[in-house]
T-cell receptor, first 114, second 114 residues
């Protein structure tokens, strides 16, 4: 069975602080895909990144970076110099093999204040 | 990517009534997915809608409560039947992009049942 754990329910930081959102996954499949989505207060789910199990290269996109480590089954997300607009719920998700559905973590609510 | 629209964006309904949510995609897709997100919770897959066949429901969801139609490759509807306050949620539809790499979500329908 697949499982995604986001142990941090809620994080509160002051603007310009760096923050890391943790994601730990479980699967027996050797081929799988990991995702991060952002859900702002409007409710829409915004795709941020996709990473497959054969690509452990870390990725940076502006203030966002992702650290994928198969050895610890983790796919953590760091926001550098956080901004108020980063306030949202962030979901980590897993797709295994040829499965068509995503398994979501419980989400981490990030609150960035001035 | 895929552009997905949903109607209505939000609604307030009375207990015992039914609401039909529409989902329109800007390209033809084989599978469309319906998720429910209860307040403060993660996303849970309700069913997968395939054109030309019956929808496939996840454990805990039944066709009588959540009938789904899929008349063509760009459109689907989800009906929430005989609603109770526990059905108050955001309902989201989603599709995989053409390459099957990334799942994109509609803006969601925010339902409140009184």
């Amino acid at each position: 069975a697949q499982k995604v754990t986001q142990a941090q329910t809620e994080i509160s930081v002051v603007e310009k602080e760096d923050v890391t959102l943790d994601c730990v996954y479980e699967t027996r499949d050797t081929t799988y895909y990991l995702f991060w989505y952002k859900q702002p207060p409007s409710g829409e789910l915004v795709f941020l990144i996709r990473r497959n199990s054969f690509d452990e290269q870390n990725e940076i996109s502006g203030r966002y970076s992702w650290n994928f480590q198969k050895s610890t089954s983790s796919f953590n997300f760091t926001i550098t110099a956080s901004q108020v607009v980063d306030s949202a719920v962030y979901f980590c998700a897993l797709r295994t093999g040829t499965a068509s559905k995503l398994t979501f973590g419980t989400g981490t609510r990030l609150q960035v204040t001035l | 990517s895929a552009v997905i629209s949903q109607k209505p964006s939000r609604d307030i309904c009375q207990r015992g009534t039914s609401l039909t949510i529409q989902c329109q995609v800007d390209s033809q897709v084989t599978m469309m997915f319906w998720y429910r997100q209860q307040p403060g919770q993660s996303l849970t897959l309700i069913a997968t809608a395939n054109q030309g066949s019956e929808a496939t429901y996840e454990s805990g969801f039944v066709i009588d409560k959540f009938p789904i139609s899929r008349p063509n490759l760009t459109f689907s509807t989800l009906t929430v039947s005989n609603m109770s306050p526990e059905d108050s949620s955001i309902y989201l539809c989603s599709v995989w992009d053409r390459g099957g790499d990334t799942q994109y979500f509609g803006p969601g329908t925010r339902l409140t049942v009184l």
